[in-house]
Every structure is written in structure tokens, then in C-alpha cells.
């Protein structure tokens, strides 16, 4: 291209006004054009006169809406929607909380128009507060209209989290004598906890002295005095031997691992006779800690009554602590007791009272053993075995159940079949 802005002799511009203006009015185009800070308009949209056609709605209902959209700059990139989506806006209920659509142009332009939109409401939709979205997201200066509605029908399902607080709690005294009864009561608030969930209640020597077995702690059941296992008032009764070494201790109550305020300690002290004293070792090398010969002695037992087993441990850490057992995510602890051998060397015997409310099914006993060698806390765990919590049943129902009939089990049900020799296909006989 080329400018011919007026020349004379020797092709020299002539000086004059117009050619100056010319000469600035087109440099300030070309420049204008190719400059990276040329002024870009930002796109902008404004939301109004949202109607609705109701603010509630059920499963199967439409939901209709209509607004008016002033904008500029807009383009194909820029999404006008209308969407529902439940207040709380949750992550995993699929399409049951959550739709959307594209509104129609019913008047005007998309500079300046009057859109229309329909929703409507799948039968399965989960019902709740929720919020409907109108207009363009990724826009601001209101250009996305907010209005709250509410849709009947089934809540969207929660995870269930266990809760407990204990609201009150007392002790008979604070000082006691080997041989007395120490008597804690508390009152506990609780919600959607398993089922057939107890609280705990243990007394622990607060320095844990290493080798005074069942005379320096123990743990009982605490019993529902009042109310129920959401709201109700607990007893735990700990009968102290009169061998029970004297000292400081710790009183543990509540439900472990449980949201809320749901486990306590209460500091007494007993007189009596003193704990054997036992140094710690600076260190133990190649510490080792070996649990062998694991049986559980109940195979079947019914809710209320107790699960038993017996093990073997072997370790080379002077500061071992009596063993105790659980009923995996069921029960608390329960500590063993030594029948043979000696302290790091010899045989034990567990015993878990099964709640009265425990569900019928297969269960594992499990044994942990802690020591403190080495200045650190080391910890083994097996499992003794499993067994079956198998529903009550009367003399007379059972006689007449198992007459001519044979018991058999599958993936922890127990079943009779009778005038049968074998059991069918998956079962085996017991």
C-alpha cells in the first residue's frame, strides 16, 4: 500500500497543516491496531425480573422460570443456565440433587431479552432446600441470579456419625482402701451409635506399673441404671481386691473413639499394699515380643454372655504389661490373667462379656501386649481367632427345632435342616 500524503519536486511531503493531521490521524490507527494495550471491552450481563412459577415443589413437578437479560460483548463462550442444586451441594448423590438446562430467547436479543426455562423434577429426586441459579457464571456484576425453593420428598442420605457426651459424672469418694468398692456414676447423651454399644469404665495405675497384672487395674461393665443408650444414667462398680497395690490411679469411663465429649478420667488414690518396683531397662537389644498357641474356647455364644481365649506369650521386655483382649468393633477392653509360666514367659486367659444387644454374626478375638522398653511404647497385636454370636433360643423350641435335624452354618448363620444326613450346597455342618 501506499500513501500518498502530497509530494512536489524530488518527492519531498509537503509542510503543511493538513499533511500533519493526516500523518497523526493514521499513525495513531496503525498503532491503535497493532498495540497490545488496546482498550478490550469487557463483557458484562445483568440478571432482573426473576419470576418463579412457586417457591415449592415435589418430585415429578416442573419448575418454571423467566428473567430478563441486559448484556454487551457477549459471545458463544459465555453460558447462559438456569440449574437447581441442593443447598448443602453434595458430592455424591449423582443426578438426584442437581439439574440443569439452557433457558429460551422468548423476546428481544441476547443484547437485551426475555428468556424463559423448565426444570422438571425426576420422581426419585431427594427432597431439601435448595437454590435456583439463573444466568451466566462466569460473569459478574450481577449477572447470576440466587433464589432459595424447597422440594418435598426424601432427604438425601447423610453418613451416619456416631456421637456420645457424657453430661454428668460422680464418684461415691475420691480416697479409698483395698478392699472397698469404688462406684462411679454418669449420665450420657448418645446418637446412631452401632448397636448393642456399651460404654467402658477401667481403672488404670496412673504411673502403669508394668508387673502388677490384675492388682493395679481392672475394668468392669457399667450398668444401665435408668433411661436408654441414648439418654440414660450408667453404674460401673469396681470391687477392689484387698491385694490391690495402693498408689495413684486413674478412673476411664465412657465410649472410646466416639465424636463428642465422650470419654472421661477421674483421678483417685488407694492405700495399700505397695506395687513390686520394677527399673526400666536402658535398652533391650533385638526386643522381641511373640504370641503363640492362639484358641478361642467359644466357638458359639449368645448375646449376654462371654466369649473366652487363650494364648501364649513369649518376650524379652522387662516392663511388659498384662495383656489384654478385645471383641473387634464391639466391645472394649478386658484384661487377661496369667494361668502358668512367668511374668515375660507363660499362658493367658481372656474373657469378654458379650453385650446383651450384640448382633447375631462372626467375630474376631483379638490380644494386644504392650511394653515400654527402651524408653518407648511398643505394641503387638493378634487375632485369637473367631467366633459366632448365635441368637437365644429355649430348651423346649430347640428340642423340637433340632429333632431328626442337623446344624449347619454359612458365612456366620446357623441354621437346622431337618430329616436331611448332609448339609446343602455352602453349608457346613457344626
Known sequence: MRFDFGTSNGGKMKNSPISKVLILAITSLVLGTISPYSAIAAPTAKISEVTVNKKSFAPGEKIVVTFSVTSSELNSSHVNQVSIAEESEPDDCDERCYLSTKPKLVSGNISSGFWQAELTIPKNFYGGNYRLYVGYI???????SVTPIT?????IPRPVIPTANITSFK?????????????????????????GSIPMAQITNEN?????????????KPVLLKGSIQDGAWRATFALSKSFYGGSYKVYFGFV???????????????????????????????????????????QV???GTVSGTFKLDTNDPTVRSPQCIV???????????FSGEYMSGSWKCSVSIPSKMPIGKYTLHVAVVGLANNEKNETHEDLGEFNVIAKSSSNSLKSTTSGSIL?????????FPKVKTCPDGWVRK
Open 138 to 144: 462466569k460473569l459478574s456484576n450481577g449477572s447470576l
Open 151 to 155: 422440594i418435598s420428598g426424601n432427604p
Open 171 to 195: 464418684i461415691n469418694k475420691d480416697t479409698f482402701v483395698s478392699g472397698e468398692k469404688v462406684i462411679l456414676d454418669f449420665q450420657a447423651k448418645t446418637q446412631d451409635l452401632p448397636v
Open 208 to 220: 502403669e506399673s508394668d508387673d502388677c497384672e490384675n492388682y493395679c487395674s481392672m475394668s468392669v
Open 257 to 299: 473413639k466416639i465424636r463428642g465429649e465422650s470419654f472421661k478420667s477421674l483421678r483417685i488414690e488407694v492405700d495399700g499394699p505397695p506395687a513390686p518396683f520394677k527399673p526400666l531397662e536402658a535398652f533391650v537389644d533385638d526386643l522381641y515380643y511373640e504370641i503363640t498357641e492362639m484358641k478361642v474356647n467359644t466357638v
Open 302 to 304: 449368645s448375646p449376654g
Open 328 to 338: 473387634m468393633d464391639a466391645t472394649g477392653w478386658s484384661d487377661s490373667v496369667r
Open 408 to 416: 449347619c452354618s454359612k458365612s456366620g448363620t446357623f441354621k437346622y
